[in-house]
T-cell receptor
Framework: NAGVTQTPKFRVLKTGQSMTLLCAQD?????MYWYRQDPGMGLRLIHY???????AKGEVPDGYNVSRLKKQNFLLGLESAAPSQTSVYFC??????????????FGPGTRLTVL | AQKITQTQPGMFVQEKEAVTLDCTYD???????LFWYKQPSSGEMIFLIY??????QNATEGRYSLNFQKARKSANLVISASQLGDSAMYFC????????????FGGGTRVLVKP
């Protein structure tokens, strides 16, 4: 059981370039999330998904798009990267969204730098 | 809206002693969940403990316990018998219907365990 995995672990982009971050989970979780963490701060929700084929905006969605074509995968895309998107990105998944089983389990993170 | 406040940006604790990390929250929900996560220097987010708003007993997980005072809206984490490996950032988070059942994080507390 790998849990939640993220690729890549590190990436450096130039302003205006695009990229996709991949998150995969093998726990058969229904819900998946993308967060960003800026220095000295807690995590902020970018987008989330409540099931295959569905996505919704979180707290800071601008500049990002997501897709959930398969239940186990959740992709985060940056179409035109900006220096303000330099951050550490975390993916998480949970079995449910309420009750004790809504605990979110996190991937190891992707450190993105936009020059 | 819901809000999590962690007022201690950083603290030192002597090895083998107990430490309490403060967390207060604000929500209009009656049903909600409270979580603590640990983030070591390696960066991953590790789930520690969960407390449901209707749980009558304080949650415990090994050396971690949650001092839940519902009327005061506080959910402090107690780490007993601190170990050097407990040095990390600790985040309090909550999930409630007022925020669409999304997880909201506090700003974190950095703990350094001294030998």
């Amino acid at each position: 059981n790998a849990g939640v995995t993220q690729t890549p672990k590190f990436r450096v982009l130039k302003t205006g370039q695009s990229m996709t971050l991949l998150c995969a989970q093998d726990m058969n979780h229904e819900y998946m999330y993308w967060y960003r963490q800026d220095p000295g701060m807690g995590l902020r929700l970018i987008h989330y998904s409540v099931g295959e084929g569905t996505t919704a905006k979180g707290e800071v969605p601008d500049g990002y798009n997501v897709s959930r074509l398969k239940k186990q995968n959740f992709l985060l895309g940056l179409e035109s990267a900006a220096p303000s998107q330099t951050s550490v990105y975390f993916c998480a998944s949970s079995l449910t969204r309420t009750g004790r089983t809504d605990t979110q389990y996190f991937g190891p993170g992707t450190r993105l730098t936009v020059l | 809206a819901q809000k999590i406040t962690q007022t201690q940006p950083g603290m030192f604790v002597q090895e083998k002693e107990a430490v309490t990390l403060d967390c207060t929250y604000d929500t209009s929900d009656q049903s909600y969940g409270l979580f603590w996560y640990k983030q070591p220097s390696s960066g991953e987010m590790i789930f520690l403990i969960y407390q449901g708003s209707y749980d009558e007993q304080n949650a415990t997980e090994g050396r971690y316990s949650l001092n839940f005072q519902k009327a005061r809206k506080s959910a402090n984490l107690v780490i007993s018998a601190s170990q050097l490996g407990d040095s990390a950032m600790y985040f309090c988070a909550m999930r409630g219907r007022a925020a669409g059942n999304k997880l909201t994080f506090g700003g974190g507390t950095r703990v350094l365990v001294k030998p």
